[in-house]
């Protein structure tokens, strides 16, 4: 069963049509795997069904993520500690997806293994999960919970009821949507998510720079938090003439950035990143740019 989704308001949608791409030859490997294997929908219907969820997507809300055909991206099952997080899963851990967009790696940890009752994902916008439903086919058999919630929002109830159960988060292309100081908000509110006992981790990948440092970029970025809706490469595509300030960090500015959270918390994290140069096809993205992969695992 498919749901009338509501648009969203103030979208300059003539701004985001360069976003709307022709559908692809082909889907990636893992995410055509996960469609037919999960889903169970025949190869020869994969595509079209895509396309099909996507042409009805963007019609409502046309975010570049949605254009591009990025909301079929997995990232999770290509970090280095996911055969461990996997198992952990497997033996009853509990997991967090924070800003899911269509709920994708959830979908992914179900096909693998993981306890499908022992996952969570949020998104700022209801909206993407019910489109992940309808992508998924799984509306009515999804037994892990998937709910709409502003990160920055510390009394909002399904965040309350998580406090301190959560063993693994997961924070895939999601910090870099915030300036320094709201990021610190932001992993302040996953500490207190996270299991205070020594192993839980915090796991994700994020865009970087060379060149450590808040960028200015035109335009509004949402206040709750959906790697779906904006990326530094989105100026101009909300009405207005606001500006916002994202930070883009290096290996060394991110390890920083911990001890900074570790001791306004009182925790403290072993923090292993990677830093690659950026070889995505985005546009606008600014020369120097990186791609970070990290685990931060908690030591008290």
């Known amino acids: 069963m498919s749901v009338e989704h509501k648009r969203p308001e103030g979208i300059n949608r003539d701004a985001l049509q360069s976003f709307y791409f022709p559908p692809p030859d082909d889907l990636p490997a893992n995410a055509r795997k996960l469609l037919e294997e999960y889903s169970k929908i025949s190869p020869g219907e994969v595509l079209p069904h895509v396309v099909e969820v996507r042409e009805k997507a963007w019609k409502v809300f046309p975010y570049p993520c949605i254009g591009q055909f990025k909301f079929l991206g997995l990232a999770l099952n290509l970090q280095p500690s996911y055969t461990d997080i996997l198992s952990r899963l497997k033996s009853g851990q509990k997991f967090l997806d924070v800003g899911c967009c269509v709920g994708q790696e959830v979908r992914q940890l179900v096909l693998d293994g993981a306890a499908p009752e022992n996952l969570y994902a949020s998104d700022l916008h209801p909206e993407f999960l019910d489109i992940g439903y309808d992508l998924f086919k799984d509306r009515e058999t999804l037994t ?99 500006t916002t300030s994202l930070f883009r960090h290096d290996a060394e500015s991110f390890k920083k950035m911990w001890d900074d959270v ?39």
């Not at 610190?184 to 207190?192: A, E």
């Not at 796991?203 to 809706?229: L, R, Y």
């Not at 292993?272 to 931060?296: D, I, N, R, T």
């Open 144 to 242: 892990s919970t998937m709910f709409a919630a502003d990160t920055f929002n510390t009394t909002d109830s399904n965040f309350v009821a998580l406090n301190s159960e959560i063993d693994i988060i997961w924070a895939g292309s999601f910090l870099h949507l915030f300036s320094y100081a709201a990021t610190i908000d932001v992993l302040k509110q996953l500490i207190k998510l996270s299991n205070p006992k020594f192993g839980s981790l915090i796991v994700g990948k994020q865009m970087g720079h060379i060149d450590a440092g808040e960028f200015v970029i035109k335009g509004s970025a949402p206040t709750g938090n959906s790697p779906c809706t904006t990326t530094s490469t989105q100026a101009g595509s909300v009405e207005g003439d606001e």
């Open 262 to 300: 570790g001791g306004q918390t009182g925790t403290r994290w072993a923090v292993w990143v990677e830093q690659k140069e950026y070889q995505g096809q985005a546009k606008g993205v600014p020369k120097g740019s990186l791609s970070l992969s990290f685990c931060v695992e908690r030591l008290s």
